[in-house]
Every structure is written in C-alpha cells, then in structure tokens.
C-alpha cells in the first residue's frame, strides 16, 4: 500500500476529527436603577433695609430791600455768596418819572441732610430640593426590548 496518497472520505481508514469553536456576543441594556426629582422651592421673608438718605433742603427767605435804583444803574443779577443763592426781584413804580425799585432779594439757602430711613421690602430666594426615589417604591417597568 502507498503511505503517499491522500485518505479520502470514502476511505474507511479515514478519521474525521470535528472542530468546534465557541462564540460569543456581549450586549448592553439600559437598566433603571433609581430615579432623581428635582423641584424648586421659593421662600418669602420680610427683611428690613436700612440705609442712609442724602439730600438737600432750601429754606427761602424774603428780605425787603425798597431801594430805588440810579438812572442808568444796572439790573442787579442773581449771584451766590456762601452757600446763599440772592435773586433780586426788580419792580416797575409809577411815579411822576418811571424808576426802577429793588423791592425785595429772596435769599436761598441749601442745607445736607441726611436721615436714616427703614423700609420693609420681602425677599424670594429660591433653593433646589433633590429627592432619590429608591426602585423599590416605584412602579415597576419592563426592561426596553430596543435597547
């Protein structure tokens, strides 16, 4: 017999040896573990604001001055000295002749002042409430079949 021949399938002598391989898939799926619900809350507290105010108040004050100006004199103009502001207030006299009159200078006078005022005024602040719901107290729910 010659050993240099190839054993054929319908040779008796032949021995098939299968093979075998084993496979495998991984997949994903999602599972729901817990859920989260997160809310606002707003809260309202009256809270008093204090602050310092500012400011200026005038005082007027009349001061006649009844004097009788020159032929010619010019008009007295509003001028400043100090902290008073003087507004001449001129006036027309019928007389036998026309002449103008310094009737009255109204004096002004500023002066700071400050105060402290409170006002009530309400406040929202807001604030985030997490709230972890466990499975177990939620309504039970069929894994996704697509996932």
């Known amino acids: 017999m010659n050993t240099n021949k190839p054993a054929s399938a319908t040779d008796p002598a032949a021995e098939v040896v299968p093979l075998v391989e084993d496979e ?12 989260v619900r997160l ?8 809270e008093l604001v204090r602050r310092e105010l500012q400011g200026t108040r005038a005082d007027v004050e009349r001061v006649p001055a009844n004097r009788v100006l020159a032929d010619g004199e010019a008009l007295p103009s509003p001028r400043t000295e100090g902290n008073v502001v003087i507004v001449p207030v001129i006036e027309e006299m019928l007389v036998v002749e026309k002449r103008l009159v310094l009737k009255e200078e109204v004096r002004i006078t500023l002066h700071d002042t400050k105060e402290i005022a409170e006002v009530p005024v ?12 466990d ?7 069929p894994p996704n079949p697509e996932v």
């Not at 809310?39 to 009256?46: G, H, L, N, Q, S």
């Not at 309400?122 to 719901?133: G, H, Y």
């Not at 499975?135 to 729910?141: E, G, I, L, S, W």
Request: net charge positive; aromatic share 2%.
């Open 39 to 46: 809310r606002t809350v707003t809260d309202t507290a009256e």
């Open 122 to 133: 309400t406040v929202r602040k807001q604030r985030a409430v997490v709230e972890r719901i």
């Open 24 to 35: 495998f898939r991984v997949d994903t799926r999602e599972v729901v573990t817990g859920r």
């Open 135 to 141: 499975m177990d107290d939620a309504p039970k729910q």
